[in-house]
């Protein structure tokens, strides 16, 4: 054990060569706290140091060295923390940028050094946490990562939280953090994000420093983990969480100035409460926001459902499918939600049509609480629009609510509630004193620019005369388009960007098309827009714009800025029935989705999966080709599917068939089935993938490696797994060996799984566990006169046993152009060696009638469970169910079901 890895001290590198001065870090720290001058802060290994830019922008921020104990707060606002020495930078090749910190509240009180502890330290926080939340589309997607100082124990989560981060909010109170650690953005003064201020508010005495965001880094989360990270522990691909876990470590060793030995750090992954945990690959996999192979179409599961109309609604479709919900109260009410809007056509076409016309609320919502750092027509402009589009919101809300009065769930009556808040009328009638009734929110800038400068005349004359000049411009403009249209024949119409300015555009999407050279020479600077030549003309340039129109726009935003500066101020007051708002008109907005994507959908949640009929929705959603729907089950006397069939027969579909149903169901969605039960998953996790990872540098075989391990180390007794051709990366006798023991291990719990694989060795599994149940993949052969050979007909339906077909891959070769010698010689080796295999598989009578014994205990079980069949009918099943146990010779009588589960349970 001599290697380098022994050599590596404590401390991890970042792509750096490990020098002596490494180690010197723990030592300097004393040092440091008494210096006030930060530029000198020993603290962080000045060899890693590298330069800095300005900080955030705000007066409120105070250095974190403080933490070490400097006082001159003021002067570190100035100066960045953590300096670079250039002279020692530029010797290092690949120098990594230190995370510059800015304390944004007070000094944090490390109870705990790696060479000191303090019998006061014991009971005190110790834990640091680092949070980040996704953007865009990602937004509310929350990456958690948790340190305690007094232990090397690195928790990770990552999980979807709505705007009031009720999730965020409540793990952060069970770790009871001694700091915060967010990206800069969002504490950056005059622009923080919501989730800053709920911190700041809910932990007033945590302390709160900001990093740079470029440092919430999952790659080079990756490369720091692989170092620390105790040599079993495998770390979950999930991008938010790795990210803080980059910001956090480094934050810890540069500021806490702890550094933790190699292979030391233990991870563990906790999921959200009440969601289900689907790791990043097994969302690839599953192509659950992303087709494989066209990134771009919409075959994905969030395809398959993705009938939103706002932004909202999309956001949150998104984050349910990637997290859905695990407890079965949320999951049914939304079921009857679903149920109750596909019952009631009225209500679904009133309710779609209204959310069609909402704007994305956060967004607005965002722009409410964004303050400018300084005002210009460009921030004044963006005033307006966000005031008129809240107006336009807000209008909407009693249209919204008239159409949910006379429904009865409990959900949509809570909602129905909300929309009566009578803070929205409050905001509404506020907007109205300033903005004229009758202003509308209006697609398009030019005339959302028109309707921007409807506020009243508050500056009496002044901004009616502002007004009117910018009316007769735009009016001079138009006849002038209007006119060249004529004189050239050619449809043309006035356009505005706020880029451009005034410009013209000509459709070229309808039967006529127009090129840029065939323009009369009039036009000039000539674009092309996707469907539109736009372009214009020096009179337009050189009499319109910039000035005669700007200056009077001009005038009249920063005269309205002042009045909307103060009407989003008290917006503010009532931001939070906003936010309410916001939520409520996603998840209507999701549900609605749901039930316009619906076709049949019953099913229930039980202890047991069975799936009747059911379809791979994505594979329907392409809709190439007749879908051949299957049966699943699995149960506690049956939690281990084994499936075999030949190449093509169906059998990877029909594996993420069963996740992606499962999923659907977990979100309140409807199931392409004709009837389902499906046990809640807390878990789901998948190796399907088949690609080599270059990013990472995996091959084939180490990827798949890696996976499992993250499998077998996170998997429970309510997980899913689906498992594809695992081991297939290495020799035969290896890969056997791995699956063998890898479906061991998975067989110890309780979990369900569906493993599919060509190891014809592995269908013995069911002599030693009476757990597993075998299934394979029908194909049926026939004779092709024309072509002289075997043809091979792929039925995709399932069946229980083993798969009969032998050398499946021959006959598959034989299709292709490989020749006859080589295919012959290889027909004599696969039959010799199955000679082999068959000899050592036979069935001991004594194991077979186990077998029977533990299927019967557990069903009887089943049925003491779920049945709700009347006395005789129970009776006559009991029956049933012993005379075709195994223990004793079957009779003629027909099964009879409890409920529509155990109907499946026998038809299986
Ligand atoms: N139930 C089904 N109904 C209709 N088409 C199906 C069904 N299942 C699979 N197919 C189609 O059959 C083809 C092969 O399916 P799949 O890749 O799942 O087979 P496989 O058995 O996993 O193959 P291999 O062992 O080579 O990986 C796919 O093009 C798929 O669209």
């Keep these: 054990m001599n290697g380098p890895r022994q050599d590596q001290t404590a401390k991890y590198c970042f792509g750096l060569l490990e020098t002596p001065e490494s180690t010197n870090c723990t030592s300097s720290k004393n040092e440091d706290s008494s210096s006030s001058n930060s530029e000198q802060t020993p603290a962080v290994p000045s060899r890693l140091l590298a330069s800095s830019n300005s900080l955030p922008d705000s007066s409120t921020l105070t250095s974190c060295s403080e933490a070490f104990g400097n006082t001159s707060a003021k002067k570190r606002v100035q100066t960045p923390v953590i300096r670079s020495s250039s002279s020692l930078a530029s010797k290092t090749p690949g120098t990594f940028k230190t995370p510059r910190t800015v304390g944004v509240r007070k000094t944090p009180k490390t109870p705990y050094t790696s060479s000191s502890m303090t019998p006061a330290a014991e009971n005190s926080c110790s834990v640091i946490v680092a949070i980040v939340e996704g953007r865009g589309l990602a937004r509310g ?25 009720v999730k965020t909010m409540t793990k952060l109170q069970i770790l009871k953090p001694l700091e915060i650690i967010l990206p800069h953005t969002v504490c950056e003064s005059g622009n923080s994000s919501k989730l800053f201020k709920m911190i700041s508010d809910q932990f007033p005495n945590t302390n709160i420093s900001s990093v740079q965001r470029r440092y919430f880094n999952e790659t080079k989360a990756q490369q720091i983990l692989s170092v620390m990270c105790c040599l079993n522990n495998v770390v979950p691909f999930r991008y938010y969480c790795l990210a803080t876990n980059a910001a956090l470590l480094k934050y810890v060793e540069y500021i806490q100035n702890i550094i933790f030995a190699p292979s030391s750090l233990k991870v563990v992954f906790k999921g959200s409460e009440h969601t289900t945990m689907i790791d990043i690959m097994t969302a690839k996999n599953l192509e659950l926001l992303e087709n494989r192979r066209d990134p771009f179409s919409n075959h994905s599961l969030f395809g398959v459902l993705k009938y939103t109309h706002t932004a909202g609604g999309a956001r949150l479709l998104r984050s349910n499918i990637l997290q859905p919900p695990s407890d079965l109260e949320t999951i049914t009410m939304r079921q009857d939600v679903v149920r109750e809007f596909t019952e009631k056509e009225e209500v679904f076409y009133n309710l779609k049509g209204v959310l069609s016309k909402f704007l994305d609320v956060d967004h607005i919502i965002s722009l409410c609480v964004q303050i400018p750092k300084n005002d210009n027509v ?16 807000l209008e909407l809300v009693p249209v919204l609510q008239e159409f949910l009065k006379d429904c009865e769930n409990p ?34 800038t030019l005339p959302m620019r028109t309707q921007n400068y409807s506020v009243y005349d508050i500056f009496s004359g002044l901004l009616d005369v502002a007004r009117r000049a910018y009316t007769e411009i735009v009016d001079d403009i138009t006849s002038m388009v209007t006119q060249l249209g004529i004189q050239f024949h050619l449809p043309l119409r006035t356009a505005f960007s706020t880029i451009r300015g005034f410009y013209i555009q000509l459709c070229c999407s309808g039967k006529e098309t127009f090129h840029a050279e065939d323009l009369p020479p009039i036009f000039i600077k000539v674009t092309k827009f996707k469907t539109t030549l736009n372009f214009t003309t020096a009179d337009l340039v050189l009499l319109f714009f910039p000035d005669r129109v700007k200056g009077s726009l001009d005038e009249i935003y920063l005269m309205t800025n002042i009045v909307m500066t103060e009407l989003l101020g008290d917006v503010r007051h009532h931001i939070t029935v906003l936010y309410k708002l916001s939520e409520t008109v996603a998840m209507l907005d999701m549900l609605l989705a749901f039930a316009h994507a619906c076709t049949l959908s019953s099913y229930e949640f039980t202890d047991t999966l069975a799936i009747k009929m059911g379809r791979h929705p994505i594979l329907e959603k392409i809709g190439a080709g007749e879908i051949v729907p299957n049966n699943t089950y699995a149960a506690e006397d049956c939690n281990f599917v084994l499936i075999t069939g030949p190449n093509m027969s169906g059998k990877s579909t029909y594996l993420k068939q069963v996740a992606l149903l499962q999923i659907m169901a977990q979100t309140g969605s409807f199931v392409p089935a004709e009837y389902a039960s499906f046990r809640i998953a807390s878990q789901i996790f998948s190796r399907v993938g088949n690609d080599d990872d270059i990013q990472t540098n995996s091959s084939t075989f180490m990827l798949e490696m890696k ?4 499998i077998i ?41 569906f493993f599919v694989t060509h190891y014809k060795e592995l269908t013995s599994l069911d002599n030693l566990y009476a757990n597993v149940e075998n299934y394979f993949m029908e194909v049926h052969r026939s004779f092709s006169r024309e072509g002289g050979c075997e043809k091979i007909t792929y039925t995709h339906v399932m069946s229980q046993g083993k798969t009969p077909e032998e050398h499946y891959g021959l006959m598959l070769a034989e299709m292709s152009t490989m020749p006859k010698d080589v295919l012959h010689d290889a027909a004599e080796l696969a039959e010799m060696l199955d000679r082999l295999r068959q000899k050592n598989q036979t069935t001991d009578p004594e194991v077979a009638r186990h077998r029977a014994i533990f299927k019967l205990a557990s069903k009887l079980l089943q049925v003491a469970r779920n049945s709700r069949l009347d006395l005789a009918s129970l009776r006559a099943y009991l029956l049933n169910l012993r005379l075709h146990s195994g223990l004793h010779p079957p009779t003629a009588t027909p099964p009879l079901a409890t409920t529509k589960t155990a109907e499946l349970t026998e038809g299986l």
């Design 141 to 165: 997607e929350i990456g958690m990562a948790s340190l305690d100082l007094k232990s090397p124990v690195l928790m990770m989560s990552q999980f979807s939280d709505t705007q009031t981060y």
């Design 378 to 393: 460009k921030t004044a402009e963006s005033k307006i629009t966000t005031v008129i589009c809240l107006k336009h919101l």
């Design 713 to 753: 180390q996170n998997v429970s007794g309510d997980s899913l797994v689906i498992i594809d051709e695992l081991g297939r990366g290495t020799s035969a006798e290896e890969g056997v060996g791995i699956c063998w023991s890898v479906c061991e291990y998975l067989l110890k719990t309780k979990a369900f799984t």
């Design 707 to 710: 996976e499992m391990n993250y």
């Design 411 to 444: 959900l949509l009556k809570a909602y129905c509630k909300t929309l009566e808040d009578p803070r929205l009328q409050i905001v509404l009638s506020k907007i109205n004193s300033v903005v004229h009734e009758d202003t509308k929110y209006q697609k398009g």
